[in-house]
Each structure stands twice: as structure tokens, then as C-alpha cells.
């Protein structure tokens, strides 16, 4: 995937997922303060993206590193990267 798909994809999590308006989606809005979303609704948006992206971020350790949304695209192209130089992360089952 390119960044402008993965950026695509992450946004539609969002407006579907969490009902987050498409033009509040910027790379600078903080998860939780910017676009209000608490704990519960990270773990339906994590579920929402593994199920998007076919990963599994159970036991990654990067996830609590993510402020903002442009962190989550960044995340994201990380993984690809990955993926693509073969360092597959587990896929969910």
C-alpha cells in the first residue's frame, strides 16, 4: 500500500468505526484530545484496523507510542515496509 491508501484506510476506520467526521482527520489531531476518543474506542479502532490492515497488534509494543494520527499512518507505513522486506508481522487468525 502506498501512504496515501494507508492514510485512505485509517480515515475510513475512523468515520466508520467511530463516527469521526472526515474533515476532523488530520496527521496533527491527538487521538484522545483532538477527536475524543477514550479507551474503549481505541480498542474497537485497533480491531478495526488489524481487521483492515490483516496484522495482529496484540503484542506490539509501537501502539503506545501513538499521540496522534499522524502517528497512526506513520505506524502503519512502518508496517508495510515491513512487510514488504519480509520482516512479516503475525497475521491474525
Given at each position: 500500500m502506498?501512504?496515501?491508501?494507508?492514510?485512505?484506510?485509517?480515515?475510513n476506520t475512523f468515520t466508520e468505526m467511530l463516527e469521526v467526521p472526515p474533515e476532523e482527520l488530520s496527521p496533527e489531531k491527538e487521538i484522545f484530545k483532538d477527536l475524543g476518543l477514550d479507551?474503549?474506542?481505541?480498542?474497537?479502532l485497533m480491531i478495526g484496523l488489524q481487521r483492515k490492515f490483516g496484522v495482529s497488534l496484540r503484542q506490539n509494543e509501537e501502539i503506545r507510542k501513538i499521540v496522534t494520527l499522524g502517528d497512526v499512518y506513520n505506524f502503519f507505513e512502518k508496517m508495510e515496509a515491513r512487510l514488504r522486506e519480509g520482516e512479516a508481522p503475525a497475521k491474525q487468525e
Amino acid at each position: 500500500m502506498t501512504r496515501e491508501e494507508i492514510i485512505a484506510a485509517v480515515n475510513n476506520t475512523f468515520t466508520e468505526m467511530l463516527e469521526v467526521p472526515p474533515e476532523e482527520l488530520s496527521p496533527e489531531k491527538e487521538i484522545f484530545k483532538d477527536l475524543g476518543l477514550d479507551s474503549l474506542d481505541m480498542v474497537d479502532l485497533m480491531i478495526g484496523l488489524q481487521r483492515k490492515f490483516g496484522v495482529s497488534l496484540r503484542q506490539n509494543e509501537e501502539i503506545r507510542k501513538i499521540v496522534t494520527l499522524g502517528d497512526v499512518y506513520n505506524f502503519f507505513e512502518k508496517m508495510e515496509a515491513r512487510l514488504r522486506e519480509g520482516e512479516a508481522p503475525a497475521k491474525q487468525e
